[in-house]
């Protein structure tokens, strides 16, 4: 059964460094989405993708944060410059038209010291 | 303030003993809402869809219904590998490519043998 994928599971990173979240969404999908969960609270909306744009972002993804669609396979999610609270699941998800489901990875860790 | 609530947060049932879940919506203009099943520290797994009013969908011991303002899931018989948080999430009618979720916080389902 096709799935998203994220990749690392788990990143550790010093405050100020940048972080790159990678993602492979599932093949046949067009819309892309990234969703964060800060541990303990809801899951909330970072932005979501189509056409090779951002076509929604949230008030969180800020100037910090850019995504990416370097290939036709990939999906990436950058912060520039890392703070403490950043720290949370980041997840990825894709749909096969924008009206449908969102289908999630398994997330990505991420923890700034 | 809140557009989706969910409840109980906490819910905690014998093997076999069927309950519900309750969603419910303050927001106009739905234009979808979604169940979804989370597992400790895994991404969103998705449920069912549910488009309109009076729309039932089913899997295995699980039901989702909606009406204008609420959706509940329903448990039937329930099974320990059943425990998970069950997330709500509503997708909501504006202009443009807008489809990003907006998540409630969950109710925490245990089901003890």
């Known amino acids: 059964e096709p799935e998203v994928t994220q990749t690392p599971s788990h990143q550790v990173t010093q405050m100020g460094q940048e972080v790159i979240l990678r993602c492979v969404p599932i093949s046949n999908h067009l819309y892309f989405y990234w969703y964060r969960q800060i541990l303990g609270q809801k899951v909330e909306f970072l932005v979501s993708?189509?056409?090779?744009?951002?076509?929604?972002k949230s008030e969180i993804f800020d100037d910090q944060f850019s995504v990416e669609r370097p290939d036709g396979s990939n999906f990436t999610l950058k912060i520039r410059s890392t703070k403490l609270e950043d720290s949370a699941m980041y997840f990825c998800?894709?749909?096969?038209?924008?009206?449908?489901?969102?289908?999630f990875g398994q997330g990505t860790r991420l923890t700034v010291v | 303030e809140d557009q989706v609530t969910q409840s109980p947060e906490a819910l905690r049932l014998q093997e076999g003993e069927s309950s519900s879940l309750n969603c419910s919506y303050t927001v106009s203009g739905l234009r979808g809402l979604f169940w979804y099943r989370q597992d400790p520290g895994k991404g969103p797994e998705f449920l069912f869809t549910?488009?309109?009013a009076g729309e039932e969908k089913e899997k295995e011991r699980l039901k989702a219904t909606l009406t204008k303002k609420e959706s509940f899931l329903h448990i039937t018989a329930p099974k320990p590998e059943d425990s998970a948080t069950y997330l709500c999430?509503?997708?909501?009618?504006?202009?443009?490519?807008?489809?990003?979720?907006?998540f409630g916080k969950g109710t925490l389902l245990t089901v003890n043998p």
């Open positions: 998800a894709s749909s096969p038209q924008g009206g449908t489901e969102a289908f």
């Open positions: 999430a509503v997708r909501l009618r504006s202009g443009g490519s807008n489809y990003k979720l907006t």
């Open positions: 993708f189509y056409n090779n744009e951002i076509s929604e």
């Open positions: 549910l488009y309109s």
